[in-house]
């Protein structure tokens, strides 16, 4: 596969090339060598492409993950304690997950465990890959990295899409490309508050 566009918000693909530039040397690496011709094995099933033959993002991402453990991106989780309380989880922030429940305890609230998880990190730097429905991305940008960002833990993103080209040769509803930066375009300069970097592939 390939890399046809990237999109580098609030310096995400700068801060990769000057502090991690041989986790950017990985990412390029894998992509291209994932054989996207190798998963085109779904017959549809769809009403519009019924008996084509079609790109298997299940197959595609076995293969990002194959490939991607390889080389120790690691799945990782950000826990945290929730309420209902609005001022309390204002309060409760930026706090490690012990003072959390400690200060919702302490006010007489019940906590509510939750957490967020990235499937590849790696020296603070977390990867989604991306082929599944449009709801899902938006989820990654604008609360996935984000949690992981402010929980210290990622000091970039990096989100993998299909470039409208794939994704037409896809199931209907996946996300792509050129779409989610539009999303993120028309949100301002400064949001989501995370560096990251978008990547569109192709076969």
Request: aromatic content about 10%; overall charge negative.
């Amino acid at each position: 596969m390939n890399i046809i566009e990237t999109y580098s918000h609030l310096n995400g693909l700068e801060f990769l090339l000057v502090h991690k530039p041989h986790l950017w040397g990985e990412i390029q690496d894998v992509i291209s060598a994932i054989d996207g011709e190798a998963c085109r094995n779904k017959v549809s099933k769809e009403k519009r492409k019924k008996g084509q033959l079609l790109y298997s993002p299940v197959d595609m991402n076995k293969a990002f993950k194959s490939l991607l453990s390889l080389i120790d991106w690691e799945e990782s989780r950000v826990s945290y304690w929730v309420t209902k309380d609005e001022k309390l989880i204002r309060k409760t922030l930026t706090l490690t997950p012990e003072k959390q429940k400690q200060e919702i305890e302490a006010a007489g609230d019940t906590p509510i465990y939750s957490y967020n998880q990235t499937d590849f990190v790696k020296e603070r730097v977390a990867i989604e890959v991306q082929l599944g429905k449009y709801a899902f991305v938006a989820y990654d940008l604008f609360v996935k990295h984000i949690a992981f960002y402010i929980g210290d833990q990622i000091d970039v993103g990096i989100e993998i899409l299909p470039m409208k080209s794939l994704q037409s040769q896809m199931s209907s509803g996946i996300a792509y490309y050129e779409g989610e930066l539009y999303n993120v375009i028309r949100q301002g300069r400064g949001v989501p508050a995370v560096p990251l970097v978008l990547l569109g592939i192709d076969v």
